[in-house]
C-alpha cells in the first residue's frame, strides 16, 4: 500500500511541476498511466473490489477522480503563486519604462536645444519619420511631409545637390556634410549618416562662430583645390615651367621641364639644379628681374640636340622667381613665310592692270601699284610719302576725279566703315570723265583695307547691249506659241522657251543645267517613243555634215499631233521648234468620222424602220387580231382559264404594240421623217380623250383625276393625235408614281401665244441630278413607286412637245411630287416651220 502512496505522489508531483509550467495538457495526459497502474497492480484497489464488491474498472475510475481533485488544488495554488509574480514583474517594468521615458525626455531636450529638423528613414521602408522645428526651412505652416520637397525651401541648384545626397544615404549608406543657403538666406547644415540601420539627415542652422569656421573650412577647401588644380596643369602642361628661389636654387619644375633639360626626374632635376637657358640667357633674365617684376623676350634654347625658338616669359616673386618658356618655333617660321610671302604678292600685284591700294591699320597708304597711280594720275611722291586715306580721297576731288557726292564727308564716312566691316564691300563709281569703275574694298586679316580698282567702262557697256539682245530674244521665244529649243554643237541644251517645257509637260526645272538631247529624250519618251525619230532627232543635233532642215510630225501616246523642224543654225547649233496642231487634227478628224457616223446613222435609221414596220408590227396585229377574234362570243365559249390567258396575251400584245408605235415614232423624229398632220385641237377633247386611255388604272389604283381647265378655253393648231398621245404619256407616268388614295391634276390655260398643259402628281419626286436624264431613252426608275415601263414615255412628250416648236419642263420636290409642264404654241406659221 505504502508502494502504491509513493508512486501516486511522484506522478502528482510529476503532474505539478509540468501544471507549474504551463503544460498542463501534459499533465492530465501523465495521469492516465498512474491511473492504470494503481487499477491493476495495487492492494488496495484488490481489497476494495473484495471488501466493497468493486471490479477493477470501478476502482480505476474512483483513483482517476481523486487524482484529478488532488491535481486542481495543487494547480489553482501554482496560478495564484504566478499571478503574484506577474504583478511584481508588471510593477518593475512599469518603473523602468518611466525611467526611460524620462532619459528620452531628457536627450530630446539636449538634442533640440537648438533649432534643427530630424529626418529618419528606416531600412526598407520608404515613410520617413520628422521632427524638429520645421519653420527652420519653410517660412509657411504646413505638412511636416513638405521638408521634403526641397525645392520649395532651397534653390534649384541646392536643391538637386540635397537630392543626390540623401538618394545616396538612402541607397548606398554614403555619409554627406553640405553647407546650403535657403531661399529666405538662412545658412543651414544639413548632415547625414547611417545609424542603427536608419539613414538619418540632421538640418541646423549655422550662426555665429560655427558659420564663419563653415565658410573658413569652404575657402580652404576652395583653395586647396585650385592649388591642385594649378599644380595638376602645370605638371601636364607641354610647356617648361619651373620656379626658382632667391638665391638662384631650382625648387620646381614640371615634366616638360624635365624633358627639356635632358634629366631623369624631378627629383633628379632638382637635387642637379638643371638649367634650361644658356649662362648669358639666365644673366640677362636675372637683372631683368632685379629691375623690373617680369620678362619677356624670345630666345633660341637647344633641346634634344636641336635649336628652337621659345617665347620665355618669367616673373618675379616673393620667395624667387617662377618662368615659362613657349616653343615658338613654327610661329617664327610661318612670320618669315608669310614676309616671303607678302614680299612676292607685292611683286604680283604690281604687274597687276586693275589698280591696288593697301592701308594699314593707321589707315595710311601702305603700297600702291604703278595701275593705281595711273588709273588716278596721282604724282609718285605724294604717294610714297604714305599718305593717309582722306587725303588721297580729298586730292582726287579737289581733281574732279570721284564721283559727284551731296554730302561728300557722309560719302567718306561710309567708305570708311570699311576699316571696321569683316566682309568683302563691293560698288560701282561713275566718274564726271564718263568712266565707270569698279571698286572692291576688303578689310585686311592684320588690319587696314585693301582697295581694288578695275576700269569696267567698256565691259559695262558691251554688257548693257548684251543684255538687251538676250532680253529682246527671250521676250520674243517666250511669246512664241510654240515650243523652241536650240541645242549646241555638243548635243547639250542651251536655249529653251516655256511652251516647249510645257508642251512636252516637263517640271520647271528639268532643262536647267544644259542636258543632254539624250536626257531631254528620256524626259520627253513617256509621250513619245518612237525610236526612228529620236534617232533622226539626235543624228540632226550632233552631226556635222548634211545639215538640212527636217519636217517632223509626232503622234503622241496622249492623242496630241506636234508639228515640228529642226532647223540647223549658223554658228552650229540647232533649233528644234514644235507646235501643237491637235485642235487641227481633232476638228478634221471629227468631221470626217462625224459625218461617216451620220451616214451610217440615217442608213441605220432607215432600216431599222424599215424592219420593224414590217418585220415586227405585222406579227403583232396579227396577234392582236386574232386575239379579238377569240374573245368574240360568237366563235364559240372559253373556260375561264383559257379567258384569263387570252386577256393576258391581249394586255402584252397591246403593251407590246405601243412600245413599237413608239419606238417607231421615235425613230421617226429622230430620222427627221416625221410629219405633224396640223389641225385645230380642241383643248377639252384631247384631255377627256387622254383621260380615256387610263381610267382602268386610275381605278385599279384608286386614285383622283382632277381636271381643271377654264370652260372657253376653246382650240389651237396642232396634230391632234400626237398632242393627245403626249398627254396620255404625262397621266399613265403621273398615276404610276402616285401611291394609291392619291390626285392627279392635269390643267390648262391658254396665253396670248401659247397653251400650257401642266400634269401634277403625288409621288416621289425626282433628284435634282436624275431630271436631266428622265427624257432619255430607255431611262427607266421606279424610284420605290409602282411604276414600270420602258422608259419612252416622256421621251416622246419632249420630241413631240419640240416637233410642235414648244418646250417642256419639269419642276419636283422630292417627297412631294412632280410637276410636268408643256408648252405648245398657237402660231401655226411656227408649227409648220417646226414641221419641216
Not at 570 to 596: C, H, K, S, Y
Request: glycine share 6%.
Amino acid at each position: 500500500m505504502s508502494g502504491v502512496v509513493a508512486a501516486m505522489r511522484r506522478t502528482l508531483l510529476s503532474c505539478t511541476s509540468l501544471a507549474r509550467d504551463g503544460m498542463i495538457g501534459l499533465a492530465i495526459t501523465a495521469l492516465l498511466p498512474a491511473r492504470a497502474s494503481f487499477a491493476a497492480e495495487s492492494p488496495v484497489a484488490q481489497a476494495m473490489s473484495d471488501h466493497f464488491g468493486f471490479n477493477h474498472q470501478e476502482v480505476a475510475v474512483l483513483a482517476t477522480s481523486l487524482a484529478l481533485v488532488g491535481f486542481s488544488a495543487v494547480a489553482a495554488i501554482l496560478l495564484m503563486r504566478t499571478r503574484v509574480r506577474a504583478t511584481r514583474n508588471e510593477e518593475q517594468l512599469q518603473s523602468e519604462i518611466t525611467d526611460l521615458q524620462a532619459q528620452s525626455d531628457r536627450l530630446r531636450a539636449l538634442l533640440f536645444v537648438e533649432p534643427q529638423v530630424l529626418i529618419s528613414w528606416a531600412a526598407g521602408d520608404n515613410r520617413p519619420q520628422i521632427s524638429g522645428d520645421i519653420s527652420l526651412v519653410m517660412s509657411q505652416e504646413g505638412s511636416p511631409q513638405r521638408v521634403l520637397a526641397f525645392g520649395t525651401w532651397l534653390p534649384p541648384e541646392p536643391a538637386l545637390q540635397m537630392d543626390h545626397a540623401v538618394d545616396a544615404l538612402r541607397e548606398k549608406g554614403e555619409a554627406f556634410l553640405l553647407n546650403l543657403s535657403t531661399s529666405a538666406g538662412r545658412a543651414i547644415e544639413a548632415i547625414g549618416r547611417a545609424i542603427g540601420g536608419q539613414a538619418i539627415v540632421r538640418i541646423r542652422e549655422l550662426g555665429g562662430l560655427r558659420r564663419e569656421l563653415a565658410e573658413s573650412n569652404l575657402r580652404f577647401k576652395t583653395l586647396q583645390e585650385e592649388t591642385e588644380l594649378l599644380r595638376d596643369f602645370a605638371a601636364a602642361a607641354p610647356w617648361p615651367i619651373w620656379a626658382k628661389s632667391l638665391e638662384g636654387n631650382l625648387r620646381y619644375a614640371n615634366a616638360a621641364y624635365v624633358r627639356a633639360t635632358e634629366g631623369k626626374s624631378v627629383s633628379d632635376a632638382l637635387q642637379r639644379n638643371l638649367e634650361l637657358l644658356e649662362s648669358d640667357q639666365r644673366g640677362e633674365l636675372t637683372r631683368a628681374l632685379n629691375d623690373n617684376a617680369s620678362y619677356a623676350a624670345r630666345l633660341p634654347i637647344v633641346v634634344s640636340g636641336e635649336r628652337r625658338i621659345y617665347d620665355v616669359q618669367a616673373l618675379k616673386l616673393s620667395g624667387g622667381s617662377a618662368g615659362i618658356a613657349i616653343d615658338a618655333s613654327e610661329a617664327a617660321a610661318l612670320r618669315a613665310a608669310i614676309a616671303r610671302m607678302v614680299e612676292a604678292h607685292r611683286r604680283t600685284l604690281d604687274q597687276l592692270s586693275s589698280g591696288v591700294a593697301v592701308f594699314d591699320t593707321d589707315r595710311r597708304l601702305a603700297f600702291y601699284n604703278d595701275s593705281y597711280r595711273r588709273l588716278w594720275d596721282l604724282d609718285r611722291t605724294f604717294l610714297d610719302a604714305n599718305p593717309d586715306d582722306s587725303s588721297v580721297l580729298d586730292q582726287l576731288r579737289a581733281a574732279r576725279k570721284l564721283p559727284e557726292q551731296p554730302d561728300f564727308r557722309a560719302w567718306k564716312a561710309k567708305l570708311h566703315e570699311a576699316y571696321r566691316a569683316v566682309e568683302t564691300a563691293k560698288d560701282t563709281w561713275f566718274l564726271p570723265d564718263g568712266r565707270a569703275l569698279s571698286v572692291v574694298t576688303t578689310p585686311n586679316p592684320e588690319g587696314g583695307v585693301t582697295y581694288l580698282f578695275d576700269d569696267v567702262t567698256e565691259s559695262l557697256d558691251l554688257a548693257r547691249r548684251f543684255d538687251g539682245l538676250i532680253r529682246v530674244q527671250r521676250e520674243t521665244l517666250d511669246s512664241l506659241a510654240e515650243g523652241v529649243a536650240v541645242f549646241g554643237s555638243n548635243g547639250r541644251a542651251e536655249l529653251f522657251n516655256p511652251p516647249f517645257a510645257k508642251m512636252w509637260k516637263l517640271p520647271a526645272d528639268a532643262l536647267q543645267g544644259e542636258p543632254h538631247i539624250e536626257a531631254v529624250e528620256a524626259l520627253c519618251r513617256p509621250l513619245f517613243d518612237d525610236a526612228l525619230t529620236w534617232r533622226t532627232l539626235r543624228e540632226s543635233i550632233t552631226s556635222i555634215e548634211n545639215r538640212a532642215d527636217v519636217p517632223l510630225k509626232l503622234e503622241r501616246k496622249d492623242g496630241s499631233v506636234l508639228d515640228g523642224m529642226i532647223r540647223p543654225l549658223p554658228d552650229g547649233a540647232t533649233m528644234l521648234t514644235f507646235q501643237d496642231i491637235t485642235d487641227t487634227e481633232n476638228v478634221e478628224r471629227a468631221l470626217r468620222e462625224r459625218n461617216e457616223a451620220l451616214e451610217a446613222a440615217d442608213q441605220m435609221k432607215v432600216d431599222f424602220v424599215h424592219h420593224v414596220s414590217y418585220e415586227l408590227r405585222s406579227p403583232l396585229t396579227t396577234i392582236i387580231g386574232f386575239a379579238h377574234f377569240l374573245s368574240d362570243p360568237s366563235t364559240g365559249p372559253l373556260t375561264p382559264k383559257q379567258a384569263e390567258y387570252l386577256d393576258y396575251v391581249t394586255k402584252s400584245t397591246n403593251a407590246l404594240l405601243a412600245l413599237t408605235n413608239n419606238i417607231l415614232d421615235l425613230a421617226t423624229i429622230d430620222a427627221g421623217a416625221m410629219k405633224l398632220e396640223l389641225g385645230p385641237v380642241n383643248i377639252g377633247q384631247a384631255i377627256e380623250a387622254a383621260a380615256e386611255g387610263i381610267q382602268d388604272r386610275l381605278a385599279t389604283d384608286r386614285i383622283t383625276l382632277k381636271v381643271d381647265i377654264e370652260p372657253d378655253i376653246g382650240a389651237f393648231v396642232g396634230d391632234e393625235r400626237r398632242v393627245v398621245q403626249v398627254l396620255y404619256n404625262l397621266l399613265a407616268n403621273a398615276v404610276g408614281f402616285s401611291p394609291h388614295d392619291a390626285t392627279v391634276t392635269i390643267s390648262a390655260h391658254r396665253t396670248e401665244h401659247r397653251v400650257v398643259f401642266a400634269v401634277t402628281d403625288a409621288g416621289p419626286g425626282i433628284p435634282a441630278e436624275m431630271r436631266d436624264k428622265v427624257f432619255n431613252w430607255f431611262e427607266s426608275r421606279s424610284q420605290g413607286s409602282r411604276h414600270r415601263g420602258a422608259g419612252l414615255g416622256l421621251s416622246l412628250v419632249r420630241s413631240f412637245v419640240e416637233l410642235h416648236g414648244g418646250k417642256v419642263r419639269v419642276d419636283s420636290i422630292v417627297g412631294r411630287g412632280t410637276v410636268v409642264i408643256c408648252d405648245f404654241p398657237t402660231d401655226q406659221a411656227a408649227h409648220r416651220d417646226a414641221a419641216e
